[in-house]
């Protein structure tokens, strides 16, 4: 039975309840080897852990000859919410203690609604997926914005593209609302968490992840944590000043690299090559749908377009040398990159990998994969449940939650 | 009584040494409070601590007014060795379990000799130190080298200055000679856990160490403990391109923050501005003495040689805008320049801020100072120090040392 917030009371419940939501149900057996721990041990964790509704005991393993082997899990009841805010939509669903996808729901928004509406509008979400019977109770809650967070405030800091949300106490209004812990960070961090959960980095402790969006920024995840800094504003790679003069940036500076590359500076530049006529495939695009994209950039350059092909080219050889900076400082195991304009085809990856191997030192980049992510759809509601389940399965109850 | 590599066994005993080396004595109230432990497990913990000889218990403290309490104190024979091995000398010291130095000694060396002869003079000089009775026993070695080091192996790897070092086994010769555990780390990761523990950035958690000398390298201290990296080449910022074009660079390539601002740079650049003409106050000081260095260059730029502060300046400016860019990324709390060539005289600081508070972003910037170290001469062997007694009294038997 589990009475308001639940957690482990030492490190190695911290760890056991960790491995048993990562890799699944494991016998008593495997769990003391894996942890080097004692069966005594192991079991009075484990008992302790149970009487705190976090772990079910019952199950038995599958015989490897001798006496069957309990099997222990995360309580089946556990459930995690992951809520995914875009500037456009809003995703919210229920995991298990395993971080499984029960169940997801979207709805359109518009950021500019400001908090209260768009707020309201998760917490329908959230009352629908409890009225589907699927988080009778909820453990926690994990909130993704698309702007700078105050991480330890829970709540956003002079969001550019959302002004009005400006030190609105998110954390504090659903954790208010739905009963439960709640944990709100910014989009790219996000994303990288749930990479680490669901996607190509599961198995390294150090990479990089880099969100090609509207905007640019990163995720630094170091020795399998999030690195934040003390201001929260670590991996805001966005407005790096790559050139000293450049197209004006939303932030006032110029040469910012997301004013030579993002969603917003492809589409600026492709309305500008379709109108100027340079490019006929972007024109005939622009004729036909009355707007362009970053995607209709990605489809006239794997057509063949000359001025989309030099458009890609160039902004992955800016982003490569931002990022073969960071390598070379950083030494990550892996770059994952990732957002909807990650998917421009190949010559991204190609020219941003040419410029990272050719300009990072040789030890930095000796094994180093750039890859683009494989991350589904719901990588952002992954991501969230994976933050809250952090602070509410793996963090002793005597640190800070 | 110690026997061979005493650590203690689990991570409260772990947490009560770091306190006891950091803050010095204190008494068994004093470490309950801070630790919030109950006064029998702080007491079970100090006992068995006792018992591997890592802690005294003997002392009282004075009273705070009812029955004085039993002040304890790392034990009074533990000894650690520093030793910070430079291109042209090398430095040995011995200190006690609170790091407080006790005896040191230098010695002039060509790290050029190769690693038999330079690591000869290394055990002279302890052999020597011995001799003097201050280190009965030794119970742990930390060794910093100028050039890139395999920290996992404790060899250098291709290192520049020093290829007769490549994959030269000085942990592992050193622990043979020396009876005692030894970890090596390049001078520049040294440097910053010097700082941690005796210089500016005591107070801070995540902080960069820049060290200006022949080369430009970086520190990264994340939540107090040394960021690495995978292959350990995490900070190696002297090799960022900071243009497409420029002097060659001692590694092969053009470009080089190194090749445009460092020791080596600046001599170069003194040399020709002295040959030239250019600089009647650095040709004077080469006919003079013969040869010219940072350090000549300091003194000419502060008595208002033009070329001199244009030297000063424009590597500062180089300088500032490599580390905008990692302020912006990793959000440290503090930013310390060390090293040689730091003393440049007020240009540099001042150049420096001045670019990385224009071109970081407000978030990052909001509240960093940037400072020159203000380490002693014995920031090496006290970083050296630093690094063994991390592993040797903060790590819990059962974690890897």
Same mark, same amino acid.
């Given at each position: 039975?589990?009475?308001?917030?639940?957690?482990?009371? %030492?490190? +190695?419940?911290?760890?056991?309840?960790?491995?048993?939501?990562?890799? #699944?149900?494991?016998?008593?057996?495997?769990?003391?080897?894996?942890?080097?721990?004692?069966?005594?041990?192991?079991?009075?964790?484990?008992?302790?852990?149970?009487?705190?509704?976090?772990?079910?005991?019952?199950?038995?393993?599958?015989?490897?000859? #001798?006496?069957?082997?309990?099997?222990?899990?995360?309580?089946?009841?556990?459930?995690?919410?992951?809520?995914?805010? /875009?500037?456009?939509?809003?995703?919210?669903?229920?995991?298990?203690?395993?971080?499984?996808?029960?169940?997801?729901?979207?709805?359109?928004?518009?950021?500019?609604?400001?908090?209260?509406? !768009?707020?309201?509008? !998760?917490?329908?979400?959230?009352?629908?997926?409890?009225? %589907?019977?699927?988080?009778?109770? !909820?453990?926690?809650?994990?909130?993704?914005?698309?702007?700078?967070?105050?991480?330890?405030? /829970?709540?956003?800091?002079?969001?550019?593209?959302?002004?009005?949300?400006?030190?609105?106490?998110?954390?504090?209004?659903?954790?208010?609302?739905?009963?439960?812990?709640?944990?709100?960070?910014?989009?790219?961090?996000?994303?990288?968490?749930?990479?680490?959960?669901?996607?190509?980095?599961?198995?390294?402790?150090?990479?990089?992840?880099?969100?090609?969006?509207?905007?640019?920024?990163?995720?630094?995840?170091?020795?399998? %944590?999030?690195?934040?800094?003390?201001?929260?504003?670590?991996?805001?790679?966005?407005?790096?000043?790559?050139?000293? +003069?450049?197209?004006?940036?939303?932030?006032?500076?110029?040469?910012?690299?997301?004013?030579?590359?993002?969603?917003?500076?492809?589409?600026?530049?492709?309305?500008?090559?379709?109108?100027?006529?340079?490019?006929?495939?972007?024109?005939?695009?622009?004729?036909?749908?009355?707007?362009?994209?970053?995607?209709?950039? /990605?489809?006239?350059?794997?057509?063949?377009?000359?001025?989309?092909?030099?458009?890609?080219?160039?902004?992955?050889?800016?982003? #490569?040398?931002?990022?073969?900076?960071?390598?070379?400082?950083?030494?990550?195991?892996?770059?994952?990159?990732?957002?909807?304009?990650? %998917?421009?085809?190949?010559?991204?990856?190609?020219?941003?990998?040419?410029?990272? +191997?050719?300009?990072?030192?040789?030890?930095?980049?000796?094994?180093?994969?750039?890859?683009?992510?494989?991350?589904?759809?719901?990588?952002?509601?992954?991501?969230?449940?994976?933050?809250?389940?952090?602070?509410?399965?793996?963090?002793?109850?005597?640190?800070?939650?």
């Amino acid at each position: 039975m589990r009475h308001g917030c639940a957690r482990p009371e %030492n490190a +190695y419940q911290a760890h056991l309840l960790r491995m048993l939501r990562n890799r #699944g149900p494991m016998s008593r057996a495997e769990l003391g080897e894996t942890m080097s721990l004692s069966r005594t041990k192991v079991a009075m964790e484990l008992d302790r852990l149970a009487q705190l509704g976090l772990v079910d005991t019952g199950g038995l393993a599958a015989s490897r000859g #001798g006496r069957r082997s309990a099997m222990v899990s995360v309580a089946a009841d556990l459930r995690f919410v992951g809520v995914d805010i /875009g500037a456009t939509s809003v995703d919210v669903a229920v995991l298990d203690g395993e971080l499984q996808l029960l169940d997801r729901l979207s709805d359109a928004i518009s950021i500019r609604q400001g908090p209260e509406q !768009v707020l309201e509008t !998760v917490l329908q979400l959230v009352g629908k997926l409890q009225g %589907n019977g699927l988080a009778p109770r !909820v453990d926690g809650v994990g909130v993704g914005v698309p702007g700078p967070v105050s991480f330890l405030e /829970g709540t956003s800091v002079v969001p550019p593209i959302m002004p009005e949300w400006h030190h609105f106490p998110i954390r504090d209004m659903l954790s208010r609302e739905l009963g439960a812990p709640v944990m709100v960070d910014n989009d790219v961090n996000i994303l990288a968490l749930g990479e680490m959960h669901a996607g190509t980095a599961r198995s390294v402790e150090d990479f990089l992840f880099v969100k090609l969006g509207t905007g640019v920024g990163c995720g630094i995840v170091l020795r399998g %944590n999030l690195h934040r800094g003390p201001n929260g504003s670590a991996g805001d790679i966005g407005h790096l000043q790559v050139e000293d +003069y450049g197209p004006p940036c939303a932030c006032g500076n110029v040469g910012c690299l997301e004013a030579f590359f993002s969603g917003a500076a492809l589409e600026r530049d492709a309305l500008q090559a379709a109108r100027s006529g340079r490019s006929p495939a972007l024109a005939d695009r622009l004729a036909a749908t009355g707007s362009l994209s970053a995607v209709d950039v /990605g489809v006239a350059a794997s057509g063949g377009d000359p001025v989309a092909v030099a458009m890609v080219r160039d902004g992955a050889r800016r982003l #490569g040398q931002v990022l073969a900076a960071l390598v070379s400082f950083i030494n990550p195991a892996l770059v994952v990159i990732g957002g909807g304009v990650a %998917n421009l085809g190949h010559a991204l990856l190609a020219e941003v990998r040419s410029v990272v +191997y050719r300009r990072s030192l040789p030890l930095a980049t000796g094994n180093l994969p750039i890859v683009l992510s494989e991350l589904p759809a719901e990588g952002g509601v992954i991501g969230g449940a994976r933050l809250i389940s952090d602070a509410v399965l793996c963090t002793p109850r005597s640190a800070a939650p």
